[in-house]
């Protein structure tokens, strides 16, 4: 047979690239088999190959475009009114936004109500437990809420005087019904928080400028950060100082925030004089006609006497170059520090003229009443909190709007 004679001629091919003679045969066929299969195999890839090309032809010839109004007409031979009748198959209509402002006021408060949760939560919560655990609202009740309230942070003078004021209005509440309490307890808190004036002061002549100070890690330059997107985002020219030049890389995290606010930044190398970039910020201010000047400060309370006598210097040369500034001194406090806020506070409160409070982080704690201890105990204005980590989370504190928040059903 042909083929016999084609594998002898095969092994003795084989035999001579080496192969023993006994083994040629054998070889000669183990070749023939895996050439075979080889073979074998890509002729199943090509064939898969062609019927899946086929199969994408097929789909997108009969993947026809939906007809248009004006293809209806010309193949109906319609007129123009009868063609508006004509049902034809349109894409999904595009979404619309709801008014901004009004989606602004919605998601405002909610965001407040979230920032607030734990707060809530634990006060709140804690305060319900206690009205169902007593027969009546005796001195025991006043006791364990004054507990209640001095771990929520609200200082031993706002507890004490809020447990006071209850105790002179248990007639109004029936401890059936706890949203009386809640009632209650809202207003005599809302009657010792202190707000800022609902706008920022407006100098007669050149920019807004607010000095911005606080220990390290409490959120400064973020603050700025925010607060400089805010005003840029209103249509105002903004420039940063970046006076803590005792920080590494401050003035570049200042930096990065100017970038994504639309603001400049003035900055000197690390190590300068804070006062010198405070000099500096003002003249770059007003030879821009900036509307508005944030000036970031340092915040090593651990050399106190020092980073004072220095914000006092930073006063005094803006006051020199722009008559009146700064015209607000921000605080920027952490309120998960609780207490330790109040202590930072009375400190600059003690050597610079603070004007108003910035509080950050009531979203990540629990004792949200460091709110009502720095109003009531500080005789401060809360202007701004942050609730959340977007630029819109840091927002202008509002008395009504954070208790009722704070006492929010659900």
């Known amino acids: 047979m042909d083929f016999e004679r084609w594998l002898a001629k095969l092994a003795d091919f084989l035999v001579t690239l080496g192969v023993p003679a006994e083994y040629g045969p054998i070889a000669a066929l183990g070749l023939v088999f895996v050439s075979m299969t080889l073979v074998s195999l890509v002729v199943v890839v090509l064939l898969l190959r062609r019927k899946y090309r086929f199969g994408e032809r097929q789909a997108e010839e009969s993947a026809e475009p939906p007809e248009t109004t004006a293809e209806v007409a010309r193949e109906e031979d319609l007129s123009p ?8 198959e ?30 809530r939560s634990s006060l709140v919560g804690r ?35 809020l447990v006071q004021a209850l105790n002179r209005r248990v007639k109004e509440i029936d401890q059936r019904e706890p949203g009386q309490l809640h009632k209650v307890l809202g207003e005599e808190i809302r009657a010792r928080l202190k707000t800022g004036a609902p706008d920022w002061p407006t100098p007669e002549s050149g920019p807004l400028v607010i000095m911005v100070v606080g220990v ?12 400089a997107k805010q005003f840029t985002d209103q249509g105002k020219k903004v420039v940063l100082g970046a006076g803590d ?28 004089d804070p006062a010198a970039v405070a000099f500096d910020s003002a003249k770059a201010a007003v030879a821009r006609k900036a509307d508005v000047l944030i000036l970031d400060t340092a915040g090593r309370l651990h050399t106190k006497i020092n ?37 930072q506070a009375r400190t600059f409160q003690a050597a610079v003229d603070v004007t108003g409070i910035a509080l950050t982080k009531l979203d990540g704690t629990a004792k949200g009443g460091i709110v009502v201890a720095i109003s ?4 401060l204005p809360v202007r701004l909190i942050g609730v959340g980590e977007g630029v819109a989370d840091l927002r202008p504190f509002d008395a009504d709007e954070f208790v009722a928040a704070l006492f929010a059903n659900n």
């Open 81 to 88: 009114a009868e063609v508006e009748q004509v049902p034809v």
């Open 90 to 119: 349109e894409p999904l209509p595009t979404l619309v936004a709801v008014p901004e402002k009004e989606e602004e006021t919605v998601s405002l408060y909610q965001r407040m109500r979230q920032g607030l949760a734990r707060t």
């Open 127 to 161: 305060v319900d437990a206690l009205l169902g655990s007593h027969a009546r609202l005796d001195n025991e009740f006043f006791e364990e809420l004054e507990e209640i309230l001095i771990t929520a942070d609200f200082g031993m003078q706002a507890t004490q005087e």
């Open 216 to 227: 390290n890690g409490v959120g400064k330059t973020t603050t700025i950060g925010k607060l």
């Open 245 to 272: 030049t005792f920080r590494a890389a401050a003035a570049e995290q200042l930096e990065i925030w100017g970038t994504r606010a639309g603001a400049e930044v003035v900055r000197h190398a690390e190590g300068s």
């Open 307 to 343: 980073l004072m006598e220095e914000l006092k210097k930073v006063r005094r040369v803006v006051d020199r170059e722009i008559p009146g500034a700064p015209h607000e001194t921000l605080l920027v406090l952490d309120a998960t520090t609780g207490q330790n806020a109040l202590i």
């Open 376 to 379: 009531s105990q500080l005789d």
